[in-house]
């Protein structure tokens, strides 16, 4: 039977034997089969009594207690940056067990509509549970909570589905979602770290925009840090996510789980699964009937959410597929041989020995010699007479032939003789300058 509000404040007064007690107040969210109370003394200060209502629940709330000695020691080194309740006194229960009382801790609930993007409350909640999977696992050890390995604890979720379709409630599309990821062995590849296992907006409380106090660590255990995360992954505004586990990251001393946000999202679905089987057990029909509310209105989103993403996948397929035709057909086509040049002195060289010789003109010479070295592509080597010499490579240029380069065009029907070295021969005699040749007479 559970104790009214009055009876709690009596027991309060027991407990702390200086306190004044002047007002009580239910208390909101107290927990599976614990009673709760609020009690408001002389001075105004606030008190939150609780009390087992059966074995079980005194049993889980004196592991808390045992818990929250051991993280008072990590408040006050200043490895938490936040306050956890400290018990101030107790009084056993006729019934067996004991009602225990701590001060209320100072700060309001978060909103998690006031979480943004940035380094303000988000980045801050983010470093305050990365500091929760920093303690050291005697912590939960000493307390007598549940300590799981990574391979165990999916083996427990994989239970907790089973357990869950057998009621006949969760859908066909959720159960092969859900078991598709409990089956894949490499998601589950994770370091089991301290989880508060309860995190919510009711048990995080804020000041100044920073954490200030963290409540409700009756789910305390060694499990998946995933856990920890879900709540914010699914319900947090999305600006907020990223700074949230970028914070979370650099103020872990592991390397970086490559799937914890998709476990995190995980988690956070089957939430449904647990609220259901939480109805089950107590035999609430309300619990059940909004657990299976919540299960249809998850299948629909997902549904519509995995077509989108296969829809999105075969788009991106056959960009890659017309991508890699593409270039398929521009690696098959011949690439057309580069022009060949002749360089200035060769076609120097060619004058002088047409006009020496009596030979043909050196424009039908040079369509000839083009005709004869056409390339593999049908291109002719490309050969402009009276070309200036600023157009020639340097490597095919008159300087580095040898010949003494003047920026003139070169002469040669008219000038001095060229040997096949291509500098100019002596004259015999001064007159040999001026005397016409015989192709010039002709």
Do not use: C
């Not at 609020?38 to 709330?61: F, K, M």
């Not at 509509?113 to 470093?127: F, K, N, V």
């Not at 799937?259 to 059940?288: F, K, S």
Request: no cysteine; glycine share 8%; net charge negative.
């Amino acid at each position: 039977m559970a104790r009214s509000p009055l009876v709690l404040a009596a027991l309060s007064t027991v407990a702390v034997p200086d306190l004044d007690a002047v007002d009580v107040r239910r208390a909101s969210h107290p927990g599976p089969g614990i009673d709760a109370a609020v009690v408001i003394d002389a001075t105004g200060g606030r008190w939150t009594t609780r009390a087992p209502q059966d074995a079980a629940a005194g049993a889980a709330l004196e592991a808390e207690v045992a818990l929250l000695a051991g993280l008072v020691t990590h408040v006050d080194s200043g490895a938490l940056p936040f306050e956890v309740p400290r018990l101030a006194g107790s009084v056993s229960l006729p019934e067996g067990g004991r009602a225990v009382v701590h001060r209320q801790l100072p700060g309001r609930p978060i909103r998690l509509e006031e979480l943004g993007p940035g380094p303000g409350l988000a980045a801050a909640l983010g470093r305050a549970i990365a500091a929760i999977h920093e303690l050291p696992v005697s912590v939960v050890e000493h307390a007598g909570l549940p300590v799981y390995d990574a391979d165990s604890y999916r083996r427990r979720r994989l239970s907790e589905l089973d357990e869950a379709a057998r009621t006949g409630y969760v859908p066909a599309f959720l159960l092969r979602r859900w078991e598709r990821a409990l089956e894949d062995v490499a998601l589950w590849h994770f370091q089991p770290t301290v989880v508060h296992g309860d995190l919510s907006a009711e048990h995080v409380l804020v000041r100044d925009d920073v954490p200030v106090g963290v409540l409700g660590w009756s789910e305390t255990k060694v499990a998946d840090p995933a856990d920890d995360l879900a709540w914010l992954l699914v319900a947090a505004p999305q600006p907020a996510v990223d700074p949230i586990i970028e914070a979370y990251h650099l103020r872990r001393t592991e390397l970086r789980d490559p799937h914890l946000a998709t476990r995190a999202l995980l988690a956070g679905e089957l939430a449904v699964v647990r609220w259901l089987m939480h109805g089950v057990n107590i035999g609430d029909q309300a619990v059940i009937d909004d657990a299976r509310s919540m299960l249809d209105e998850l299948e629909e989103h997902l549904t519509r959410y995995e077509a989108a993403a296969r829809e999105a996948a075969a788009e991106q397929e056959t960009a890659r597929q017309e991508a890699a035709a593409r270039e398929t057909d521009t690696s098959a086509a011949p690439a057309p041989n580069p022009p060949v040049r002749r360089s200035a002195t060769a076609a120097a060289q060619d004058q002088l020995a047409f006009t020496e010789d009596g030979g043909a003109a050196p424009d039908q010479a040079w369509a000839a010699d083009d005709a004869e070295r056409q390339d593999d592509g049908g291109h002719a080597r490309a050969v402009d007479e009276g070309r200036p010499a600023e157009a020639i490579p340097d490597e095919e240029s008159p300087r580095s032939s040898g010949v003494e380069w003047t920026g003139e065009p070169i002469v040669t029907a008219s000038g001095p003789d060229v040997d096949q070295s291509g500098e100019p021969t002596e004259p015999t005699d001064d007159a040999a300058w001026d005397r016409p040749r015989q192709s010039d007479q002709e």
